[in-house]
T-cell receptor, first 116, second 110 residues
Framework: NAGVTQTPKFHILKIGQSMTLQCTQD?????MYWYRQDPGMGLKLIYY???????DKGEVPNGYNVSRSTTEDFPLRLELAAPSQTSVYFC???????????????FGEGSWLTVV | DAKTTQPNSMESNEEEPVHLPCNHS???????IHWYRQLPSQGPEYVIH???SNVNNRMASLAIAEDRKSSTLILHRATLRDAAVYYC???????????FGGGTRLMVKP
């Protein structure tokens, strides 16, 4: 009963480096999301996907890229990391329709990323 | 997207009921009202959701105003473990853009 799994949990990245945050879900959900959360703030949507092969920008997509080659996986890539990308990143998934499965959005445990 | 407005913080005493308000005056007829909470250093977790009628589950109750422009999450007996940030969000059948506001930070005093 894994749910949404994110890796790594913690990572320190140097300015200008690139890395990929991995996210996988085993619930066969169509919708997947990436959020970032800065200290003391709410969640901001980076990218989302409504199904394999389809991705779209959220509120704060600059500096990030995503892909969705399978239903299960939704990796988030940071290119040319900057200190402003220091944050906690949450991946989430859900069914598409509002009433299905109680419309629950399942979140991963988060990935703490520091750019120095 | 319809937005929600919540107080930044609230305090409660342990074992007492807590009423967390949310305003959503621009809600559309197809928007479901959802509540999530985020415990320290964890991802958000589902609490409850509703469309028009009041809802109860093992965690909480959701009271929805008749005009649906506001709702209240009710924790019947607050415990120390209920200290968290509570988010009220709106989701429609498209469900793709999920926008979280700042939420309400609930502090529970022993």
């Amino acid at each position: 009963n894994a749910g949404v799994t994110q890796t790594p949990k913690f990572h320190i990245l140097k300015i200008g480096q690139s890395m990929t945050l991995q996210c996988t879900q085993d619930m066969n959900h169509n919708y997947m999301y990436w959020y970032r959360q800065d200290p003391g703030m709410g969640l901001k949507l980076i990218y989302y996907s409504v199904g394999a092969g389809i991705t779209d920008k959220g509120e704060v997509p600059n500096g990030y890229n995503v892909s969705r080659s399978t239903t299960e996986d939704f990796p988030l890539r940071l290119e040319l990391a900057a200190p402003s990308q220091t944050s906690v990143y949450f991946c989430a998934s859900s069914y598409p329709r509002a009433g299905q499965d109680g419309n629950t959005i399942y979140f991963g445990e988060g990935s703490w990323l520091t750019v120095v | 997207d319809a937005k929600t407005t919540q107080p930044n913080s609230m305090e409660s005493n342990e074992e007492e009921p807590v009423h967390l308000p949310c305003n959503h005056s621009t809600i559309s007829g197809t928007d479901y009202i959802h509540w999530y909470r985020q415990l320290p250093s964890q991802g958000p977790e589902y609490v409850i959701h509703g469309l028009t009628s009041n809802v109860n589950n093992r965690m909480a109750s959701l009271a929805i105003a008749e005009d649906r422009k506001s709702s209240t999450l009710i924790l019947h007996r607050a415990t120390l473990r209920d200290a968290a940030v509570y988010y009220c969000i709106l989701r429609n059948n498209a469900g793709n853009m999920l926008t979280f506001g700042g939420g309400t930070r609930l502090m529970v005093k022993p």
